[in-house]
């Protein structure tokens, strides 16, 4: 993580409502400059002077959706990378449109979702719950498919992560179930993608596999240390270990596989 902490990218984040200051501290924590900015009228002038910009749509309206895609647009034309987290894809058909609108409007670097969500974006039916996977499918094969389509680099997130270009593929084993019963993980991971992607910007898919192995090894030292408190102190811990745990000692731990 020295990298990271000495380049200090700044991360602009149009994110959701319940996650912005759990997503602000763990960007922190891992040596990132996080910055939260809405407004149509100064959206476009953050993209441009950011590292990277994520695009989470967890608590989507119409104004921040057109927002966002000014933004985009914006670091497009820098060649910014720009991540986008379809959060509760599949929910409603408004989250669809608008998602549908942001591809078609954005050049998406990275879409980070779990199952539910990616299947969704492809289509199917009834594989969330909110914003969360209802699904057991095979997510190297969702992932790999969702790449072709889409044409971007995705992330598939869940017990197994896997990140996929649509022929490259990297499959990761870290992490803890304890993730899913603090609210903002995923969202938060998006951001680290973000960060990952904007110190990294010759071997995208590389970067982000080491950017989710890093957050598993963080959540396995997290739980090991609040295991028998419960999922409240899991989550200060995790923040503990985003900000104490070096790459060079996590990278023992990795469970990365390129298949
Ligand atoms: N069963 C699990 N075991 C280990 N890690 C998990 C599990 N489920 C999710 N994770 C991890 O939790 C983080 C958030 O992923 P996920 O829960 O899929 O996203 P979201 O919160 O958007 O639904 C990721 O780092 C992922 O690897
Ligand atoms: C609960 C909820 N509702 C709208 S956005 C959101 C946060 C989802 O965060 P995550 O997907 O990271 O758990
Ligand atoms: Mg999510």
């Keep these: 993580m020295s ?15 319940v996650v912005t200051n ?11 400059s996080p910055v939260m900015a809405y407004a149509k ?13 994520l695009l989470n749509i967890g608590t989507p309206s119409e104004t921040v959706v057109e927002s966002m895609i000014h933004a985009g647009q914006a670091a497009n034309k820098k060649g910014t990378p720009v991540i ?28 980070r979702g779990n199952a539910g969500e990616i299947a969704a ?19 190297v094969v969702l992932a790999k498919r969702a790449a072709e389509e889409l044409k971007t680099l995705i992330v598939v997130t869940g017990e197994q992560d896997v990140v996929t270009d649509g022929s490259r593929t990297v499959t990761i084993k870290n992490g803890h179930e304890w ?24 071997d995208k898919i590389k970067a982000a596999a080491e950017g989710l192995a890093y957050y598993g090894v963080a959540a396995e030292r997290a739980y090991a240390k ?34």
């Design 41 to 53: 009228e100064e959206t476009h002038e953050m993209a441009e002077a950011a590292d990277a910009l």
């Design 84 to 111: 986008l987290d379809p959060v509760g894809a599949g929910a409603t058909s408004f989250r669809n449109e608008m998602i549908a609108r942001i591809l078609q409007h954005v050049d998406i670097t990275l879409i």
């Design 3 to 17: 990298t990271l902490r000495q380049q200090n990218p700044l991360i602009h984040c149009m994110t959701n409502l």
């Design 179 to 202: 993730l899913t019963r603090v609210v903002g993980t995923g969202c938060l991971l998006g951001g680290v993608l973000a960060a990952y992607l904007a110190i990294n910007r010759d």
């Design 22 to 32: 759990f997503t602000a501290n763990g960007l922190l924590a891992i040596g990132a």
């Design 226 to 259: 609040a295991s028998d408190r419960g999922v409240a102190s899991f989550q200060l811990e995790f923040l503990d270990a985003l900000s104490t745990l070096s790459e060079e000692e996590a990278e023992s731990f990795y469970r990365m596989e390129w298949l």
């Design 121 to 139: 974006i492809l289509g199917e039916v009834g594989t969330v719950k909110g914003v969360d996977a209802q699904i057991k499918t095979d997510p």
